[in-house]
């Protein structure tokens, strides 16, 4: 290898490593999922969404109108732990992208 390859090859890892920190400091810095309700979860008025398209602007207005910090969207083969959130909404949609239930669990 002549001097000029070693020296490009430390210089384009040195970049490459300099670029993987960069980005890496990127993802490190985001806070994450935003709660934008009260963070509280409330079920009582989403009997509206059953049968309706799993859509993002259904989902959208499931979460505001919940109240939850979290959705939690199930496909049909989807498993759940048995745990409890105060803030999540458990979306249950069938194989035809339709909303089975809506619940806080």
């Known amino acids: 290898m002549t001097r000029f390859a070693r020296s ?4 384009a890892g040195a970049v490459l490593a300099v670029c993987g920190a960069a ?3 990127g993802c490190l810095s985001d806070p994450g999922p935003r709660i934008g309700g009260s963070g509280r979860c409330s079920d009582a008025g989403l009997g509206w969404a059953i049968g309706q398209p799993a859509d ?6 499931l979460l505001r109108e919940s109240g939850a910090g979290l959705i939690d969207p199930l496909g049909p083969d989807s498993r ?3 745990d ?14 339709r909303i089975r239930s809506a619940r806080c669990e």
């Open 8 to 11: 490009m090859s430390g210089t």
């Open 23 to 25: 980005l890496l400091a």
């Open 56 to 61: 993002e602007a259904t989902m959208r207005r």
């Open 80 to 82: 759940v732990r048995g």
């Open 84 to 97: 409890h959130r105060d803030d999540r909404l458990r979306v249950r949609i069938d194989a035809d992208n």
